[in-house]
């Protein structure tokens, strides 16, 4: 994809993820396990050999769940976010919470500045501010950076590992669509139960 054509792309993107989730979850899935608002969800995924899936989404997951085909630039973001949480020695619940996160902020792009779609000055693949402290405009696209920054803001979230993903995302985050995280949980969890052992 030509450059003028990849940021027109990602300047329109940029108008959804500034604004959150206006119509809920992506029509295209409803064929997804769906409850009413705030109910839990038993997960549809098989089990994967080594990894209990139990740990990855102890609640079931909340809601209507939408689902993105990755690209390889996503899968490696992905995976790195995976490994970042493994260094920081965080359990693989972390990875889902953390990947989750991504999804809706940024679809597990490491975006750059939007201009004029922008939120503020948000970067990278949690969409962190440096004007918010989250560090510089290089560290917050550094995928490995950004990633142990947000787990360094969940760890300091009383309880977190035993709270609903989008109340242990939203913690964090401060977003105005607090609610919107817990639709990419099933995702994230497929990603780190098929990469967490590779």
């Known amino acids: 994809m030509n450059t003028m054509l990849r940021k027109t792309v990602l300047g329109v993107a940029g108008l959804a993820f500034t604004g959150g989730v206006f119509a809920g979850p992506i029509a295209a899935h409803a064929d997804a396990p769906t409850a009413a608002a705030g109910k839990p969800v038993a997960a549809v995924q098989a089990d994967k050999p080594g990894v209990d899936m139990g740990k990855l989404i102890p609640h079931g997951v909340q809601g209507a769940q939408s689902k993105i085909d990755l690209n ?3 899968t490696a973001n992905a995976k790195a976010i995976i490994a970042a949480t493994k260094k920081a020695g965080l359990p693989e619940r972390a990875a889902v919470i953390s990947i989750a ?8 792009e490491n975006l750059g500045h939007l201009g004029d779609a922008n939120d503020h000055d948000s970067l990278g693949l949690f969409q962190q501010r440096p004007s918010s402290g989250w560090g510089t405009p290089e560290q917050i696209t550094n995928p490995e950076y950004a990633t142990l920054a947000f787990e360094k803001g969940l760890k300091q979230v009383d309880g977190w590992q035993d709270m609903p993903l989008t109340k242990a995302a939203q913690t964090v985050q401060v977003s105005a669509y607090p609610d919107a995280y817990a639709q990419w949980e099933q995702q994230a969890a497929d990603l780190v139960a098929q990469y967490w052992n590779s």
């Open 72 to 74: 390889d630039e996503q």
């Open 101 to 108: 996160t991504s999804l809706q902020e940024s679809k597990l």
